[in-house]
């Protein structure tokens, strides 16, 4: 498989993504609802929760998935 293509595997469980996404939500809500700046913090979760992806987990060789490869 080349590197390229390996880049964005997925390395997060289903549950944890879920919790990431609705926390995303939250927070993005906060942002636009009440103004807070820290809010847009969310779309950080709601990207990795979208995409399974998680680029520290990548960088520390750790993954929360037990179907991913390795």
């Given at each position: 498989m080349p590197?390229?293509?390996n880049m964005l595997k997925v390395n997060e469980h289903m549950v944890e993504r879920i919790f990431r996404v609705a926390?995303?939500?939250v927070l993005l809500g906060i942002a636009?609802?009440?103004?807070?700046?820290?809010g847009y913090l969310g779309?950080?979760?709601?990207?990795?929760g979208v995409t399974g992806f998680c680029p520290l987990y990548r960088i520390f060789g750790f993954q929360t998935c037990?179907?991913?490869?390795e």
């Open positions: 590197q390229e293509a926390l995303g939500v636009f609802t009440m103004g807070q700046w820290w779309f950080v979760p709601l990207l990795t037990s179907d991913c490869e």
